[in-house]
Antibody
C-alpha cells in the first residue's frame, strides 16, 4: 500500500522558516517524481514544487510565485522528500500536500499525503 | 504559464442526475488534462488523466472528454459520495497549474 506522510507543519511567525518532511513507503521511491501542492483555507490547489528522480538528474521546478523562497529536495535512501520555505508570509498559510508523479506521466499526481498544516501568524 | 479556467465554480444537483464540469486551457495542452476529486477535509484523489483515462478504482460513471483547449468531466447517475470539489490540472508542462475548482453540492 502506498503511504505518504507529511510532517513538520505548525505555527510560524512571519519572516520565519519551515522545513516540511514527507516520508513514503509502499512503492519504489526511486522511480517517481515528487511534488508539493498547497491549499490555502477555503481555496483551491496550488502546485509548489517538483523534484524529478535520478534518471532526470534530480531536476527541480518551482512555482514562480514562490521561487527564491522554497527549496525541494529528496533523499532516496530514506524514500523521503523535503520542502524548505523561508521568509514566510501570512499568505503561505495552507495545507501542504506531498504527492507523487510517475516519470511517464510527469504532471499526474496519483498519490497524495494527508497534508501538513502550516499557519503563519504573529 | 498555462491558465486553467473551470466552470461552473459551483453546481447543485440531485442524486441520480448527471452533471458536466468544463475546463478551458489558455493554450493547446494536447490532451494532457487531469481531473481530481476532493471531499471535505480530505486530500485530493486522482480521477482521470490524459483527458479520458480513468484511474484504477474510479467508477465508470465518471468520464472525461475533450481536446486542444477544451475539456469536460461528466458524472452520470450521481451518488451521495460524489458531492465534492473537482479540479482540473494542466498535465502538459510545468508549472502544473490547476483550475479554480468546482464545488458540487446536493440540491
Amino acid at each position: 500500500e502506498v503511504q505518504i506522510l507529511e510532517t513538520g507543519g505548525g505555527l510560524v511567525k512571519p519572516g520565519g522558516s519551515l522545513r516540511l518532511s514527507c516520508a513514503t513507503s509502499g512503492f519504489n521511491f526511486n522511480d517517481y517524481f515528487m511534488n508539493w501542492v498547497r491549499q490555502a483555507p477555503g481555496k483551491g490547489l496550488e502546485w509548489v514544487a517538483q523534484i524529478r528522480n535520478k534518471n532526470y538528474n534530480y531536476a527541480t521546478y518551482y512555482a514562480e510565485s514562490l521561487e527564491g523562497r522554497v527549496t525541494i529536495s529528496r533523499d532516496d535512501s530514506k524514500s523521503s522528500v523535503y520542502l524548505q520555505v523561508s521568509s514566510l508570509r501570512a499568505e503561505d498559510t495552507a495545507i501542504y500536500y506531498c504527492t507523487r508523479s510517475g516519470s511517464w506521466e510527469l504532471g499526474v499526481m496519483d498519490a497524495w499525503g494527508q497534508g501538513a498544516s502550516v499557519t503563519v501568524s504573529s | 504559464d498555462i491558465q486553467m479556467t473551470q466552470s461552473p465554480t459551483s453546481l447543485a444537483a440531485s442524486v441520480g442526475e448527471s452533471v458536466t464540469i468544463t475546463c478551458l486551457a489558455s493554450e493547446d495542452i494536447y490532451g494532457s488534462l487531469v481531473w481530481y476529486q476532493q471531499k471535505p477535509g480530505k486530500s485530493p484523489q486522482l480521477l482521470i488523466y490524459g483527458a479520458t483515462i480513468l484511474e484504477d478504482g474510479i467508477p465508470s460513471r465518471f468520464s472525461g472528454s475533450g481536446s486542444d483547449t477544451q475539456y469536460s468531466l461528466k458524472i452520470n447517475s450521481l451518488q451521495p459520495e460524489d458531492f465534492a470539489s473537482y479540479y482540473c490540472q494542466n498535465g502538459l508542462s510545468t508549472p502544473w497549474t490547476f483550475g479554480g475548482g468546482t464545488k458540487l453540492e446536493l440540491k
